[in-house]
């Protein structure tokens, strides 16, 4: 059997259509270390940025649960007229549904919020909120939100931000490329979030996280 080079032994592995992505991006010549590099750094700037996104998504959910407990109480998945006011279409994602499944077998809320997936969050930054939950609340949660935009502007701009980061995070799970993404950009809307509701936190999560080294290191 003829022996290959470690660099087509790994390229074999992983796919030849897989890393054909990387060499195409790659400026390296010949083109398949660079790949491989350009491959290596993807994964780990991905495996960095899931910290940041960990904790921006525990900041953002406890936000929204404040603001509905405030409404409709502090067990609020239960509450009926709360699970009837949320989306529940025929196809596609349904929160109501998602909200039901959830809190099968989950003794309080605390138990149900870490259930809900990060669309169940987005979902509440939707205009059919506003009259009931973010008009009264939305500054209460998020006291450090620019004062001088409406709170409808401010709740589509965290909606945008939200769905900018859930495609990112679906990216990472799925293991697929994010090196032509803007990961600063990302990484500030992260940091955002967690400002609106607690800079303290923002600064804290910036200095334990590797993420900005990693996309500063971003090899040619």
Request: net charge positive; aromatic share 10%; charged share 15%.
């Amino acid at each position: 059997m003829a022996s290959i080079s470690p660099a087509d032994a790994i390229k074999t592995a992983l796919s030849a259509a897989r890393v054909g992505t990387y060499e195409a991006a790659t400026t390296v010549v010949p083109a398949l270390p660079g790949a491989l590099a350009l491959y290596a750094w993807n994964a780990q700037v991905s495996a960095a940025m899931l910290a940041p996104l960990h904790l921006c998504e525990v900041v953002v959910r406890n936000a929204v649960s404040d603001a509905v407990s405030a409404v409709y109480g502090a067990n609020w998945p239960w509450s009926a007229t709360f699970v009837t006011s949320l989306p529940n279409p025929t196809s596609g994602f349904s929160a109501a549904k998602e909200l039901t499944q959830a809190r099968n077998f989950k003794a309080t809320t605390g138990k149900v919020i870490p259930e809900l997936k990060f669309v169940f969050w987005q979902t509440m930054f939707t205009s059919r909120f506003d009259g009931r939950i973010w008009t009264p609340h939305l500054r209460a949660v998020m006291p450090h939100l620019d004062p001088a935009k409406t709170v409808q502007q401010l709740r589509g701009l965290i909606y945008t931000e939200l769905e900018q980061l859930r495609k990112l995070r679906n990216r990472i799970a799925h293991h697929e490329p994010i090196f032509t993404r803007n990961l600063s950009d990302d990484f500030q809307k992260i940091h955002d979030l967690i400002s609106f509701r607690c800079p303290i936190t923002s600064g804290w999560m910036s200095a334990n996280q590797q993420a900005t080294a990693l996309i500063n290191g971003k090899p040619p």
